[in-house]
């Protein structure tokens, strides 16, 4: 494994713990919202605390009003928090790993302007070769079409431009399919949990209590909640470092063509049609 993908799996790993601890932050003030910090007294056992609410799915028996964990709505809340976390970490390492010295360093264009300006091709060729930047590889893959002439040349850089982009947008494509996922798992929940409330009031004979509807709703709401957290940034981020991507391999492209027209062969002139002098008519004698 190269050194530069080492360094983004662990620039990768480092956001997605930065997200862990973020959620788990989140969940520590939702945990202590729960309680009284005035009189240190624990809500009653009828009532759930704010933590409960939007991290732990519960229900209610209907005969023996005892509450217990819903199995398969704390699925579906813990799920759509792992993919919270999921997608912080995306976004940050997909920001990081398109910020515009990957993409086009001023110190490397500078420097490959003066190499070509001074006809010292190959240590262009050799700086390009080295560097990992868009720009770099692009430059270099058309250099090396140089002697197949410059038509060659400015293929070879559009076609390599075209797939590094793609490829750019592929990665940050994950962040687009959380996006559009999660509120339909959401939305699972929010289903989910009115089956429930409708159980209750089945279960009821009609006449449910309103402690015994609240553990479905309460599921639904909350499932809903924690799909739209999840794509609200997801949907956001794609966004953003789409443009920042189109933005930046645009301008890579252009200032690499750039750089290659100095190489353009001049368009073949007409000669100029000098008139010719006229004879000199002869004289008579």
């Known amino acids: 494994m190269s050194r530069k993908y ?56 209907p005969v023996t009003n ?10 579906i809340i813990w799920f759509l928090l792992l993919l919270s976390m999921l997608s912080i970490g995306l976004i940050g390492h997909m920001a990081m790993t398109n910020q515009r010295k990957s993409i086009v360093p001023e110190g490397v264009v500078a420097e490959t302007k003066r190499l070509l300006a001074a006809g010292k091709y190959r240590e ?49 494509e994950y962040l687009n399919v959380l996006g559009q996922v999660s509120p339909m798992i959401g939305l699972f929940g929010t289903v989910y949990g009115m089956i429930l409330a409708f159980q209750s009031i089945v279960a009821a004979g009609g006449n449910a209590d309103p402690v015994l509807l609240a553990g479905g709703i309460g599921t639904a709401l909350t499932t809903t909640f924690w799909g739209l957290v999840v794509a609200i940034p997801a949907l956001a981020g794609y966004a953003i470092i789409r443009n920042k991507i189109d933005e930046l391999t645009t301008e890579a492209t252009l200032r690499a063509e750039e750089l290659l027209n100095q190489f353009r062969p001049k368009p073949a002139t007409e000669a100029a049609t000098t008139s010719k002098p006229k004879p000199h008519g002869k004289t008579n004698a």
Do not use: W, Y
């Open 6 to 61: 080492r360094v983004q799996i662990r620039s990768a790993l480092l956001v997605i713990l930065v997200g862990l601890l973020c959620v788990l932050a989140v969940t520590a003030v939702a945990t202590a919202q729960g309680d009284d910090p005035t009189s240190g007294v624990r809500e009653s056992a009828g009532a759930s605390s704010f933590a409960d609410m939007f991290f732990i799915a519960r229900k209610t028996n």
């Open 66 to 75: 005892e509450k217990s964990v819903e199995i398969l709505g704390s699925f």
């Open 124 to 172: 262009a060729m050799e700086l390009t070769r080295g560097d990992e930047s868009f720009f770099c590889q692009v430059l270099h893959a058309a250099l090396r079409q140089a002697n197949h002439g410059f038509s060659a040349v400015i293929r070879s850089l559009e076609q390599t431009s075209d797939e590094l982009t793609t490829i750019r947008l592929r990665r940050i």
